[in-house]
């Protein structure tokens, strides 16, 4: 069914750029945002930059002005333009689509489906 398949990892040296690119397989009719995480050696998994369904996009504080997300129909795929790479952004970057759904009872349930990674390495 649904499937997020993540390419474009790899090295760059600081200053450097990269381009991520997450293949969606499937339907999500439930879609409510999409997004690439990350997560650092030894740290948690965190946000980087989501799109949401009507095209508003959000960033931490460290991808704005620096890293790009957009979606490209055509190909059915989320994209991270990653630019003026430093070594910190060294990490496993993950592709997401978050889902929201009413159950039974009246609450919001929220599902996300991820991607298996793909590594990024920044240095010299």
């Known amino acids: 069914q649904e499937q997020l398949v993540e390419s474009g990892g790899g090295w760059a040296q600081p200053g450097g750029s990269l381009t991520l690119s997450c293949v969606v397989s499937?339907?999500?009719?439930?879609?409510?945002?999409m997004g690439w995480y990350r997560q650092l050696p030894g740290e948690k998994r965190e946000v980087v930059a989501t799109?949401?369904?009507?095209?508003?996009?959000h960033y931490a504080d460290f991808a704005e002005g620096r890293f790009t997300i957009s979606k490209n129909p055509a190909e059915n795929t989320i994209d991270l333009q990653l630019k003026n790479l430093v070594v910190e952004d060294t990490a496993v970057y993950y592709c997401n689509v978050r889902s929201l759904a009413r159950a039974s009872d009246g609450r919001l349930q929220v599902s996300d489906a991820w991607g298996q990674g793909t590594q990024v390495t920044v240095s010299p």
């Open positions: 799109i949401l369904t009507g095209g508003r996009t």
């Open positions: 499937g339907t999500f009719p439930n879609s409510a945002s």
